[in-house]
């Protein structure tokens, strides 16, 4: 009868420990409206296991793009991106689906062409795209996402915002 009760007490507890347990955080997806000169929303948070996918959007008229990083880079005076990348930091290759106005279906995209590190462009008005990751304990703490289109401009106009990593 002893041994019942302490079988019984060692699944309970088995069973506490395991809901106790740190559980993989439910997937999370976030729209990002880009327009002159911001990103709407101005901050977003993650936390390190989740999966998240970025819906981005040009709503403006202008190119834009979308770079995460920290410490921005100058060059000939001007914002040019960020002397270091998140992904690259962390070593992750996010998956990316490009939507451009006139195209009838999306299509995989690398990276953008006119700075280092990794970079989503939106051309024109009304183009799309989604930016998929898992993010990593490497990514842990606040990183900048900026624009830096027109040498710089949309950066100085005000063209950034916050990605948050909690643990």
């Known amino acids: 009868m002893k041994q019942l009760g302490s079988i019984q007490l060692l699944v309970a507890v088995s069973i506490l420990l395991a809901a106790c347990a740190k559980q993989t955080p439910e997937p999370a997806t976030f729209t990002i409206e880009m327009s002159e000169y911001a990103f709407s929303p101005g901050t977003i948070e993650a936390k390190v296991g989740q999966q998240v996918t970025l819906e981005l959007v040009n709503t403006g008229v202008l190119v834009h793009e979308l770079m995460f990083g920290r410490d921005v880079k100058m060059t000939n005076n ?3 991106g960020y002397q270091s990348d998140m992904f690259e930091m962390a070593n992750v290759e996010p998956q990316v689906m ?14 953008g062409a006119d700075h280092t590190g990794f970079m989503i462009v939106l051309p024109k008005a009304n183009d799309r795209a989604t930016l998929t990751f898992t993010v990593t304990k490497d990514m842990q703490g606040e990183w900048e996402i900026g624009c830096f289109s027109q040498e710089g401009v949309h950066y100085e106009s005000g063209m950034k915002g916050k990605f948050v990593v909690n643990p």
Do not use: A, K, N
Request: hydrophobic share 25%; aromatic share 0%.
């Open 78 to 80: 001007r914002p040019d």
């Open 98 to 111: 490009m939507m451009q106005e006139g195209m009838s279906e999306m299509e995989e995209s690398g990276h």
